[in-house]
Every structure is written in C-alpha cells, then in structure tokens.
C-alpha cells in the first residue's frame, strides 16, 4: 500500500514539465520529432550523417511506438506520456532486478521514494534507458552463476540482445559490466561453451542488424557504426575540454553522494565472505563503473545514475537507520524532487506550450536553457544560435534577415550580444519577442534606453540556477517572462495603437 503512495507520487513528479538537462530533448526527442512528425528542429552534431556519433535503434525501440500513435497530440501531452513511459519501465526494471538479485524491504523503499526516480529515470536520457538495460542485464548474470544449469540458452539470447543494444545506447555501457562479465565468464560461461556461443551468435547477429539499420537511417553509402564513431571523438580529450573537464575524484566525492542522498549516512557495506562479495552483481557494478567512468575528464550526475538503484540494492541500514534517517531521506527527496522535478527551468517547456498557438515570427531566447525546438511542431522553423571563435561568443550563423518561424537561442551570451541582435532584427522590421528568466531583470533594464521590453506572458514556476548573484537580489526570482521588444523611439507609436 505505501508503495503504491510513493508511486503515484513519483508518478506525479514525474510528469511535471522540469528540464534538466538539453540532451533529454536535443538527443532524443528532438530526433524523433523530425523523423515522424517531419517537422524542422535542431540535430545536434552526434546525429548529422557526417558524425553518426549516436544510433538511433534505442531511440526508435524505445520511443517509436509513442511517436508512431501520439504524433498530432500537444507536444507538452507527448512529454509527459514520455515520462510517464520512462517512469513505469523503471518500476518493471528494478522490480525484475530485485526479484532476480535478491528482494530486500530497504532497496524497494530506497528506490521508490529517491528522486533519482521520479525526476531523473523519467526524463528522456539516455542514461534513463541505460539503467533499465543494465538491471536487466545483472539479473541474467545473476541468474547464471546462481541457478547451476549447464545451459542457459535463452538467457544467453537475451544477454547478447541487452548488452548489444547498452552499447547502442551509450558507449559507456560497458564499463558498468566489465568486472561482472569477468565474472560470470569465469563462473558459467567457461564451463558452458555451447552457452557462450549462443551469446556470442545473439550479440554479433543485434550488432549487425543495428548497424545495418543504422546505415539505412542514415542514409549513407558506407556502413555506420555509430558507438565507434562516438567512442573515437571521446577519447579526444580536446573535444572533451568542450564539455567541460573535472578532477578525477568528481563522480567519487561530488556526484555519487549528490546521487544517494542522506542515506549514505545510514547503510553499511555488507559483511560477508569474500567470495559472496565476489558473486554480488550490483556491487561489482558499482566498482566497474565508478573506477572506469572516473578515468574520463568529463564527469556529469547523469552519468551515474545507472549506479543508483545498485548502490541502494547493496544498502544495509545500521541501528542508528530508524524514525529520524527515515525522516531526513524523506525530506531531502521531497525537496530535491520539488526542485529538479517540478521547478528547475520549467517555465521553458510551460511558456513553450503557452504559445503553442502564436504566430511565430522571431523568438529570441536568452538565459535560459536551450528551447527544445520540436515543441514548437512548426515545419518552416529555422533555429539559429550564438558560435565561438577563440573563446569570444558570436552570432555570425544568426541570418537577421529571416523575420518569420525564427527561433535564436542566444544561451548565456553577454548584454552587448543581445543588444547587438535585437537591433538587428527590429532593423528589419521583426516582431520581436524575447524570452528571458526574472533573474536577470537587472541586465535587461541595462538596456532600457535602447529598447522598451512589454511583458505579454510569463510563468512564475520557473526555477533558473544559473545566474543567481549575491548582490542582486532579483536574480533569486522565480519566472520566466516573454516580452515584445521595441526599439524605444517607436514606443510613442506603440503605447498611441495600445490606446487607440
Ligand atoms: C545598444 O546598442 C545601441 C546601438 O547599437 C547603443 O547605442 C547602446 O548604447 C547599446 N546599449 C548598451 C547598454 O550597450
């Protein structure tokens, strides 16, 4: 029965219009909106046939049905039917692990009430989907060694099938099972060479047709092996200096207690043998996956959220784990999931259905994290943003010119480069209107004198992280705000028709 409460508020959570992170849209969604709905968007640089750094089979087996049956419906309504996808295959998939692993009260009650659920399983990562994969992969390893058959064909297939599509999925895949699979090889799969035969038929034959059908969805003449093309950018360490470079110990000391919450304070390693130790899937996982991730220079949360349901399937409480430690991981859940599950740059994808029905002319976003163009379901659109040329924020790639179905993402950009882009469009003539966080009111009135900024919608739950500033108590506000943006001079005209 509380179960099904912690659920359903999960549930709840986890149809809430939050954005975490771009690569939930941009690496997803966003693909699949412009393949079924032939609508105009933005592909980002792993999915343009010159790169095909990403396959698109676990975006096509995942998501596919949805975008197949619920094309026409409100792109805000196919988020949450997302989401809600999302949130539901994860309950199947811990609930499969913990009845294949071992069930214990404490990894249930963890899983069900930690945010990482509600907020992070349900949003369209990646990472989401390697969870799932990963959990049903650790139960077949667990059934392997466990249940001493000599043969295990079936789940052979199913292994070969999994790990093929992990890796698929994301190149990381395999660094969450090399000590396991170690393992089990040494265990099962040494003894059994008709087992591993089968597995080696299933995983060569998914590779094949992966990258075959790759190839065709790519539409190129030479064979596309998406995962080899990611990993030989990755281990550029120049390209990863793009996304940002970490200290080793990152995930160690600030994502993995980030991840887990209080109830690190409350469960102890289990004291066992060691060769119990050694047949502990989940916690050979764990071991894999955060030594192996740690040599990459790029560390980010998401990257460990496979970690999660393992990490609380290993847990144990101590005495001290009672009324209090429950209170403390409720409340520290609650709130996280309020934050990144209801708040945290929700007034993009609100304001973004608000006007699902506004004639779009130019839209300028700034401060804010990119708007996932294909909620605009608009054929024509044309979405530009700011490039780099030596660390020194442009917009050369922003044709002014064009004055209708124009989305400009300016990211973070600087005052001077807004200002430099709305003269630009208003110079032509552009309906101009700028979406842009409370947080940053101060910056805007800097341009006062230049331009007159007319508030017409705005979303108050709207939670921007970003730019909050000591000194400026604006920028603590909540909200996003679209405004019609005139050139001052005009304003006279603008307030004479208002009246009129
Ligand atoms: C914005 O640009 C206009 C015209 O290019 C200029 O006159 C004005 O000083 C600029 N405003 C700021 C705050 O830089």
New binding site residues.
Partial sequence: MRWFIWAALGCLVAIQPSYIHPDEHFQSLEILAIKFGQIKGSIPWEFDSANAARSFIPLYLNYGFIFKFFDHVRPRLLLSIVRLQNFLTYLWAYKFALAHIGHSYEADFLISTSYITSCYQSHSFSNSLETVLLLVVLSLYNDLIRLRHKRHCLESVLLGITIALGIFNRITFPVFIVVPSFIVFWQFYRKSLFSLAVFTAALLCSIAAFIYTDTLLYNSTHYVIAPWNNLRYNLDVSNLAQHGLHPWYTHFLINLPQLVGPSILFVQAPRRSLRTLANNMPLLSIYSGITLLSIFKHQELRFLIPLAPLFFMCSHFRESWNKIGVYIWIAFNLFMGIIMGCLHQSGVIRLLDAMRQDKLEVHVWWKTYSPPTWMYANKNLVASTTNFVNDTEKVENVDFSIVHDHVVDLKGCD??LL?YTL?QFLSQNAQVALLAPKSVSSLLN??N??FRFIPTRSSNLHLDLDHIDIADSASWSMGLIQYNVIRNDYAHYYTSIVNN
Avoid: E, F, P
Wanted: no cysteine; aromatic share 0%.
């Fill in positions: 005052t001077n200002n003269t800097l341009l004198t230049t």
